[in-house]
Nanobody, 125 residues
Framework: QLQLVESGGGLVQPGRSLRLSCAASRSILDYYNIGWFRRAPGKEREGVSCISNDDGSTDYADSVKGRFTISRDVAKNTVYLAMNSLRPEATAVYYC??????????????????WGEGILVTVSA
């Protein structure tokens, strides 16, 4: 059973950067898509970004385009989310997730099969 472990969260001031990591217990190439989701206090879970292992294409929520970057290191079985120019509204628990479903459509959270436990990111002065 694949396991995903997020790291890199914490408290950061507005305007600063943070990089989240999602370490998989086996090859990330076993899965078609890897995504980052978040759940802010009092809000529903939303998709942040996704990367396809098929062709390396990426997707982003409109709210993070141009500031967040998803990437992967296949050798390390790790996916990253670099977050720049962070805003207070980015405060949330961030989750990484993977799916082996080839017809997965972003940003459908229900289509993801394996989830990490999440990590808290707090953007505050």
């Amino acid at each position: 059973q694949l396991q995903l472990v997020e790291s890199g969260g914490g408290l950061v001031q507005p305007g600063r950067s943070l990089r989240l990591s999602c370490a998989a217990s086996r090859s990330i190439l076993d899965y078609y898509n890897i995504g980052w989701f978040r759940r802010a206090p009092g809000k529903e879970r939303e998709g942040v970004s996704c990367i396809s292992n098929d062709d390396g294409s990426t997707d982003y929520a409109d709210s993070v385009k141009g500031r967040f970057t998803i990437s992967r290191d296949v050798a390390k079985n790790t996916v990253y989310l670099a977050m720049n120019s962070l805003r207070p509204e980015a405060t949330a628990v961030y989750y990484c997730a993977e799916t082996a479903y080839p017809n997965y459509v972003w940003p459908d959270a229900l289509g993801m099969e394996i989830w990490g436990e999440g990590i808290l990111v707090t953007v505050s002065a």
